[in-house]
Structures are given as structure tokens and as C-alpha cells.
């Protein structure tokens, strides 16, 4: 965290101080914004907590509900999701509220007497160390309430509007706020009463019955497994040892049951079999009472002890695998030739299963993705098609994450017999839990995905997969750190240049880099980024030596690394880095010893690796998504 650069703060240094519309920010909702959220869920709260950072964009994030949510319906948060909570500065916090899940126990019918369960194994959560973050349960509201303190405290002073629902929208063919919504008041004295707000785009995340997607013609299209679950969050007695650890457990004819141990020490989600579904049910299991699931669950658990001495929440589903086309409201065949208006994310563009987890992960990444897209646009640093490479990328995640959900919810409503051996559940499960855990996603070349980048100068950061940190020291106060830590949820591309194996001062490759960095009027700094900002205000430039710290003098790196800040034009002394000679990040992330850059967006996915010497590429580069601001 960086702060007194613009003066002495002696007052929490979270809270940024008010700029732009965030300057006597009114109450009540506006007759025209810039970008109108519908829906205060997880893709809503992430998208309206990035464009929190951009202060003349003015957002607002209406909700029908009367107040913040209080009870989630989601419980995990995977390791990507804590990655991307490090960046809105609330990850250590969460993690000491939350329950760290582990290991995962499977449980299966006793040989000698199958009416009883009994654990078979126990497996590493994370095997293949693919984060230094664990897996999370808690209650989704609560990553809901971190994200509306990180709005607040931005110089937006955002906070969501809540009380209204969509009533409607159109879409005119001109004007600078073409889409008209019509919401309505859904709580308070003046519930009932229409309002009518003109934006200039509109994110629906509205959850899966979304009048969004309806508004512009989408569906969700898919198919239902015919198989039901039912949902609960515990408080029980019980002796059954495994009670706070992940569990999957198969029993002989009563069904199965994905155990999930939840925060605060005590409770504890059940998703327990509930059995096919008969064709023409007409929605009966979705009425089965809750002492029906406890019952089951009894069964299931047997020979243990199930007393439930409250039931916190419970529901009944059908496994559902639903995904729209397309995720705004181009039509496929006038796509780049209609620039899109209204975006759909979260469950009212996808919905599955809720048993891998990735409902409410995957929509996060879904408003991550747009949501600085949408500012880069509205503040005039990049074209509008920027705006279509959103649905380009998620629509594909998503299709994906169907693809993965139906294989697993496959496997989880399988009986034990299906099975050949103890283990094949257990390598189902391993298969899939580097994709649950959000780091299968890859992004396809664009004009912000370089194509042809060069992949060999640095193979631990594959381009168009997330920035995967490793630990290195910061130069100018010899701290140990992780540096995917130190890129916030600010709207910056970030561009790392690992050196070559030249000292700073020497003549190299990488000190050319920082003098056409610092110079070329092609360069980030120079050519797009508009004079009377911070040097580093729109591109966040680093370098990363490969020598020890105390062999990399900070008077010999070159400039470009040094940015001078603030109204004071302070020098920030803490983009320097030297590899850790006991783990080096050069080894670990395959980083060629002649140097690379890598450049990584704003939602921390990989945009491109390049040869230290390839400035010409990376001029290139910009010129496809980054308009010249002098």
C-alpha cells in the first residue's frame, strides 16, 4: 500500500480520498450514468468495485433486494477468487474469517458391511502447488460486504442502490446514452413507483432468471440432468470424526453426500442425493421438506450419529447445465460491425451444478473481465472494440466450465457400484480440481492476447493464463514478497521486465528497454499515458534482477523503473526486485536467462511475452487496444 506521496495521511490509508464523481456523490439514484449494474451479486459487486477506481465514470449498481444479503447461497471460494480478492486488498482478511479447506476424505460403503460408510482415503486439496492461496468456505455475502467497503473507500464513493428492480430496457441506435432502463422500486415508502435511468452501458447480473438477458434477446440453452439434491447448512451433534473436513461420501443405496466444512468453527454444508427426478415431477422435489433430507442424510451417514440442532438455510435443485450464446447484445452475424451495449454475467449468462463450486467464482471473473474494459473505453485509453472481446472470452470459459460441471456432477450422482475401484472416484475428483480451482482458464490471441508472443523466454507464465506469483525481494527495503501481490485492482496493465544477466548501470539489453521506455514517444509512459498524470498512472512497470538485492544498485536502474509521483514528483523506490537466491523466481517460472518481458492486464491475465530487445513488438502491441493520448 502506498500512500503520503500526495501529502501526510495520518487517517486510514484504505479509504482513498474523493475525487471525480465521487465529489459530492448524491444519494439518490441519477437520471443518466455512465454504466448501470443490475444485480448486487458477485459478477455486479466485483464489475462496480474496478470501475470504483475510475472517477470521472459515473456507476451505479442497483439491487432489488432492501439491503446487503445476509444469508449466501454460495460457500466456496476457490483459489483463483483469492488471488483476485489480494488485488481488492481484502484476501488476508477473508482467510481469517474463512475455514481452509485442505484435503478432501472419501467415505464408502464398509466391504464387510456395507450398510456402513467408511473412509477409503484423504487427498491433497492443491497437489500440484498451483497457488500459494488456500481454498475457502464461507458465506458469499461476506465477500459481498469486503467488496461494497472497497467501493466505498474508493475515490468514488460507490455503494450499492438498493430497492430497485428491472422492469425493462431498450436500445437506441444513437445517442450517448443509448440504453433506457426501467426499474422499479421494490421496497421502502416508495415501492411500486417506476423510474427510468439512460445509460451508456449495462451490465446484467441478475442471476438466472435475469430480465437482462430476456431485455436483449438471450437464452440460456442447455439441459437438466434429471437428478436432484438437496442443500443445507448445519448445526449438528455428531460423531462422525471427518465432520470438519471436505467429504465425499458414497454409501451403499442411500445416495451420496459432498460434505463442505463452513467458517466460525461449527458449521457445515450437506449437498445430499435426493435421486433421480421422474419425467413428469412438475417441480414436486423441489418441495421435499428438509426433515426429509436430514432423514436421508441419517441414512447416509450411518453408522454415525447425525443429531441437527438447526438448520441455518436449505433448498432442493436439479442439476442444470444452461449457457447463453453470446454475453451482449450484438447478434453473432453483426458482431464488430455494432458496437455492444448491454453485457449479461454471472448466473444470467451460465448455470450448473453447485457442487465444483464455480457458480459464484466464475462469475467474479466474469466482472473482473469487463468491468476495466468498461473504464479503459469510457475514459477514452482504449476503442470500443475492446468492449467485444468480453463475450469472445467468457462465453468460451463458460462453455468449459459446462463442459467440466457435467463430468463431475456425473460422477457425484454415481452409485459405488459404478465404480471399478476406490480409487477411480478419487482420480475424477484430481482431475478436475486444477480447473475448479479457477487456473484452467487460457484466453485465445486478441487484440489484447498477443498471438506468436514469444512463449520459450518465459514458459511459467503461458500467455493467456493468469500471472501466477512466485516470491522475490524488493530492492530499496530488502523485503521477501510475493510479486502477483503487489498488482491492486487498479484499471493498470502491468509490465514486467526480467532482466538479463547485466547489473544495473551496465550496459544490456534491459538498460536499452528502460531508455526506450523512458524516451520513445512509441513507449507506454511517453505516447500513452496523458501528460499531468503520475509517470505510472495508467501502465505499472517493473523489473526483477537476477542477482541478489544487496548486488543491484537502485542508482543504476534505469529511469522508467523510477517514477516520479504525486505533486511532490516523490521517486517510487519499490518497483525494483532481485530473485531470492534460495528461490528463484527465474528457475521457477522458466524465465530464460537472457531476460523477458511479460506484460499482464488488468485482470491479471497474461497478455503477452516478449524479448527484452522486442520494443518495436511491444509498440505494436499498444497500438492495437491503447489510443495515443499525446
Known amino acids: 500500500m502506498k500512500y503520503h506521496h500526495h501529502g501526510y495521511v495520518s487517517s486510514d490509508p484504505r479509504i482513498q480520498p474523493p475525487a471525480g464523481v465521487g465529489i459530492d456523490r448524491p444519494e439518490d439514484l441519477p437520471d443518466q450514468v455512465d454504466v448501470l449494474i443490475v444485480g448486487a451479486g458477485p459478477a455486479g459487486m466485483i464489475a462496480a468495485a ?25 460457500d466456496g471460494m476457490q483459489k483463483r477468487s483469492i488471488e483476485t480478492f489480494e488485488a481488492f486488498g481484502f484476501a488476508q482478511q477473508l482467510i481469517a474469517e474463512a475455514c481452509q479447506v485442505t484435503e478432501t476424505a472419501f467415505w464408502k460403503p464398509d466391504p464387510a458391511q456395507p450398510e456402513n460408510i467408511v473412509r477409503v482415503s484423504r487427498v491433497d486439496e492443491d497437489p500440484q502447488n498451483v497457488s500459494e492461496y488456500p481454498h475457502l468456505t464461507v458465506n458469499h455475502a461476506r465477500v459481498l460486504d469486503y467488496f461494497a467497503e472497497f467501493m466505498e473507500n474508493a475515490p468514488t464513493r460507490m455503494k450499492p442502490d438498493y430497492g430497485y428492480e428491472f422492469v425493462g430496457l431498450t436500445v437506441a441506435d444513437e445517442g450517448d446514452h443509448p440504453v433506457t432502463v426501467t426499474l422499479k422500486r421494490s421496497a421502502g415508502d416508495q415501492a411500486g413507483e417506476e423510474r427510468v435511468v439512460r445509460a451508456r452501458y449495462v451490465l446484467g447480473s441478475d442471476g438466472a432468471h435475469s430480465g437482462v438477458r430476456k431485455a436483449i434477446g438471450q437464452t440460456l440453452r442447455g439441459v437438466s440432468s434429471n437428478h436432484a439434491w438437496g442443500v443445507m447448512d448445519l448445526l449438528a451433534d455428531t460423531d462422525f470424526p471427518d465432520i470438519r473436513t471436505k467429504c465425499a461420501i458414497q ?33 414436486a422435489i423441489r418441495r421435499t421438506p428438509v426433515e426429509q433430507i436430514i432423514a436421508r442424510a441419517q441414512r447416509i451417514f450411518h453408522p454415525y450419529r447425525l443429531d441437527v440442532r438447526h438448520v441455518a438455510w436449505h433448498s432442493v435443485y436439479e442439476v442444470g447445465h444452461r449457457l447463453c450464446d453470446h454475453f451482449d447484445d450484438v447478434p453473432p452475424e453483426q458482431v464488430g460491425r455494432r458496437m455492444p451495449r448491454v453485457f449479461i454475467a454471472g448466473d444470467a449468462s451460465h448455470t450448473h451444478s453447485a457442487k465444483a463450486g464455480q457458480g459464484t467464482n466464475a462469475s467474479m471473473q466474469d466482472g473482473f473481465n469487463l468491468g476495466w474494459k468498461l473504464g479503459h473505453v469510457l475514459e477514452g485509453r482504449s476503442p470500443a472494440g475492446l468492449l467485444d472481446t468480453y463475450s469472445a472470452e467468457r462465453q468460451k470459459v463458460g462453455q468449459s466450465l459446462i463442459d467440466q460441471d457435467l463430468r463431475w456432477a456425473t460422477q457425484m450422482a454415481k452409485s459405488s457400484e459404478a465404480f471399478a475401484s476406490h480409487a477411480d472416484f478419487e482420480q475424477a475428483y484430481l482431475r478436475i480440481t486444477e480447473f475448479a480451482q479457477g487456473f484452467m482458464t487460457q484466453y485465445e490471441p486478441s487484440m489484447i492476447t498477443l498471438a506468436g508472443s514469444r512463449q520459450a523466454l518465459a514458459t511459467g507464465y503461458p500467455v493467456g493464463k493468469r500471472f501466477r506469483s512466485a516470491e522475490v525481494m524488493r530492492v530499496a527495503d530488502a523485503n521477501r514478497l510475493h510479486l502477483g501481490h503487489e498488482a491492486r485492482a487498479d484499471g493498470r496493465w502491468r509490465i514486467y521486465a526480467f532482466a538479463d544477466a547485466a547489473r544495473a548501470g551496465e550496459d ?37 534482477y537476477q542477482q541478489d538485492h544487496t548486488a543491484v544498485d537502485i542508482g543504476g536502474v534505469p529511469r522508467a523503473f523510477l517514477p516520479r509521483v504525486g505533486p511532490y514528483k516523490l521517486t517510487d523506490l519499490e518497483n525494483v526486485y532481485a530473485a531470492l537466491p534460495d528461490l528463484d523466481i527465474f528457475q ?29 513488438e511491444l509498440a505494436a502491441f499498444l497500438r492495437t487496444f491503447a489510443i495515443r493520448q499525446r
Do not use: C, H, M
Open 50 to 74: 474496478q470501475l470504483s477506481q475510475f472517477p470521472d465514470i459515473v456507476t451505479r449498481i442497483v439491487e432489488r433486494r432492501a439491503g446487503r444479503l445476509e444469508i449466501g447461497l454460495a
Open 251 to 283: 454409501s451403499e443405496s442411500n445416495g451420496n453426500i459432498l460434505l463442505i466444512p463452513r467458517e466460525g468453527g461449527f458449521l457445515f454444508r450437506a449437498y445430499v442425493d435426493l435421486g433421480d427426478v421422474a419425467p413428469d415431477d412438475g417441480g
Open 508 to 544: 544490456s539489453p534491459l538498460a536499452a528497454l528502460g531508455r526506450w521506455l523512458d524516451e520513445s514517444p512509441d513507449s507506454p509512459i511517453r505516447g500513452y499515458t496523458p501528460a499531468g498524470l503520475d509517470e505510472n498512472a495508467w501502465f505499472d512497470l517493473k523489473v526483477v
Open 588 to 616: 521457477l517460472r522458466g524465465i530464460d536467462r537472457q531476460g523477458a518481458i511479460v506484460i499482464v492486464r488488468p485482470d491479471q491475465y497474461v497478455a503477452g511475452v516478449l524479448a527484452l530487445t522486442a520494443t518495436d
